[in-house]
């Protein structure tokens, strides 16, 4: 299979622990994409990067987020001293650009967090 | 802000039968993406969506995107149980970024 993934697809932690998720986008894709998802919304944009370097992050990503893509391939998303409200899925997205005109993205299966 | 509302939030329906789901903003997009969810999983892709007034086909599915690039519906013809999921549509930004904005979904549960 040569989606994308994503590593853990369940994560159960205590609050105020850190958690590191991993995401492994399509082989040759430059641009990498992290998203959150709490039930019943659509996902919410967090920050993407073009190759290694990231270039977005929204506001929805406190000091406690980060993220690395360190030599433009996978990504890991860290969240420090966790709260209950990190709840949610985490979810990765890839696509290549340019390609065309537009920037279609693939993304895999997520991973849930439940911060107890 | 740039939001996409959708429309209905939640339809349940008998199988064989006919429905649209609207997405709408006030805002224009480079394009739209239509994607279908499966609960504890991540959005697949069905279709993009570029040119304003433009239809595409996908089996039982029609999507058109307005001809203003701000709204665009998805069409299930004869709905089947294999239908049942979350539709999600998502505008690309005109920002250059290419960050999505996601509308916040229907529910669609299709009934044997």
């Known amino acids: 299979d040569t989606g994308v993934s994503q590593n853990p697809r369940h994560k159960i932690t205590k609050r105020g622990q850190n958690v590191t998720f991993r995401c492994d986008p399509i082989?040759?894709?430059?641009?990498l994409y992290w998203y959150r998802q709490t039930l019943g919304q659509g996902p919410e944009f967090l920050t993407y990067f073009q190759n290694e370097a990231q270039l977005e992050k929204s506001r929805l990503l406190s000091d406690r987020f980060s993220a690395e893509r360190p030599k433009g391939s996978f990504s890991t998303l860290e969240i420090q001293r966790t709260e209950q409200g990190d709840s949610a899925m985490y979810l990765c997205a890839s696509s290549l650009s340019p390609s065309s005109s537009t920037d279609t993205q693939y993304f895999g299966p997520g991973t849930r967090l439940t911060v107890l | 802000t740039q939001l996409l509302e959708q429309s209905p939030q939640f339809l349940s329906i008998q199988e064989g039968e006919n429905l649209t789901v609207y997405c709408n903003s006030s805002?224009?997009?480079?394009?739209l993406q239509w994607y279908r969810q499966e609960p504890g999983e991540g959005p697949v892709l069905l279709v993009t969506v570029v040119t304003g007034g433009e239809v595409k086909k996908l089996k039982r599915l029609t999507f058109q995107f307005g001809d203003a690039r701000k709204d665009s519906s998805l069409h299930i013809t004869a709905a089947q149980p294999g239908d049942t999921g979350l539709y999600l549509c998502?505008?690309?930004?005109?920002?250059?970024?290419?960050?999505?904005?996601f509308g916040t979904g229907t529910r669609l549960k299709v009934l044997a």
């Open positions: 998502a505008g690309d930004t005109t920002s250059g970024t290419y960050k999505y904005i």
């Open positions: 082989s040759e894709h430059n641009r």
């Open positions: 805002s224009v997009f480079s394009s």
